[in-house]
C-alpha cells in the first residue's frame, strides 16, 4: 500500500477544496464521535466528503481485509463514490461493484481487497454468498440514499447483507429526504441525527413556468431550449419512450445531447454522463434516476418536460439546480387548461417568444484503450496530448480515466489530427486505440 494520506487538510488540498461547508464539518464531527448516525442533508451539498473522511480517518492500514462496506441504490452513484474516494488519495484501495456489468470484472479487482467497498445490494449480496472475501474486518457500513434503497426494492438483499455482518461498530445512514422508516435489521441503535434539510444552504431557485397554447409540446421545448441559449441543464421526463422521442426531436434540430434512464446499457449510460460532464453535450435528457446519486457538474436549469408525480420527485429533480451559492431555474411546462399539481406554487410564467444564439459545439469526446489496469495515469494521457499531439493547455478538457479505457475532451475541430497523431502509439507500455466517441 502507498502512503496513506489520512490528515483531512492533506486530503482538502488534494481536492482542492478550500473549506467545508457547515453541514460537513457537524457530520465529521458527529461520525467520528459516535456509533450510529442519520445525516440528512439536500442533494448536491457533499454527503459523500462528510462521510469519507471521518471513515478514511479509522481505517488500519496494516489490515488487509475490506473494512468499511457502503451500499448504494444504483451504479452511477456507487462509481461516483469511488471517483470521489480515490480522488482523495489516502492510499487504501477503493473498488466498487454493482450489476449491469460483467462478474468477471468484479472479480480481477477484488482479488487484490479493497478496504473500502462500494456496490449495490444486489452485486454486494452475490458476493457475500459466494465467500469471495472475508468480511470479518467488516467494521464500518454506510448506507448511502438509504430511502432509495427501499424505493428500488433492495430490502431483501440489504437484510442479507447486514445480517452477515456482526462485527460493525459504526453505521451511517444518508438520505436527502425527511421522514424515513428504519427497518429494525438495520440495527441503529439510538443514532445521533444531523439534519441540515431546512437549514438556508445560501442557494437561489427560481420556479417558471412556460405556457403551451397547443399540442406542439416539442416544439416548445425547443423553443426553451434556444431560449436558453448555451446553458447547460437537465429535460426531465417521466419514462423512456419520452426520452426516446424528445432526443429523435432534438437530433433532427441540430441539438447535441445526452440521454439518461434505466433502460439503457449501463456502458451507454456511463458514456452518456462522461459527454454531459465533460461539456461535449450540455443537455442531459434523463427520467428521475438522475434526480440523485449522480455526479454531474454544476447546471444552471432543468425542464419539467412531464410533471413530476409526487411533490418528493419535483423537489429531488429542482435539487439539481440552485445548489450551494449558485442560481438555477427549474422551468414547469403547463398547459393552458390543465392544472399544475398543488405542490406547484407561485411560478412566474415566462415569456420564450426571444431566442439566444446557440454556439456550435466546441468540445468532443476521444476514446483511448488504456486505463488503470495498464498502470496508465491522468498526467500519462495528458503528457500524450501536449507532446505527441501538440495542444496547448486550453485545448485539454477533462480527462476521465476508467479501470479499461479512458475519455477526453479535445475542441471538435482538431478531433481529426489528434486522431491521426495519437491512434495506434503507445502509452506507457501499451499500444493504445484513439477514436471519437
Sequence with gaps: MANSIKEQKDILKKLNINALNPMQEKAISVI??????????????????????????????KCSDIQALILVPSRELAIQIEQVARN???????????????????KIEIKHVPAILIGTPGRIADHFSNDRFSKKNIKTLILDEFDKSLEVGFELEMMEIINQLPHVNKRVLTSATHNIEIPGFVRLNNPTTVNYLKEKTGSSLEIKTVRLSNNNKLQALLDLIEYLG????IVFCNVRESIDQVSRFLDKNNINHSCFSGGMEQKDRERSLIKFRNGTNQILIATDLASRGIDIPELKFIIHYEMSRTLEEFTHRNGRVGRIDAKGTAYVMKFENKDLPEFVNNAKVVNISKKSVRKPQFWETLFISGGRKDKISKGDIAGLFFKQGKITKDQLGTIELKQDCAFVAVPKSITDELIDKLNNTRLKKKKVRVRIL
Design 230 to 233: 448555451d446553458q447547460t441543464g
Design 32 to 61: 467520528s464521535e459516535t456509533t450510529n448516525t442519520i445525516l440528512l442533508s439536500p442533494t448536491g451539498t457533499g454527503k459523500t466528503l462528510a462521510f469519507l473522511l471521518p471513515i478514511i480517518k479509522i481505517l488500519d492500514s
Design 88 to 106: 482523495m488519495g489516502s492510499g487504501f484501495k477503493v473498488n466498487a461493484v454493482y450489476g449491469g456489468r460483467p462478474m468477471s470484472k468484479d
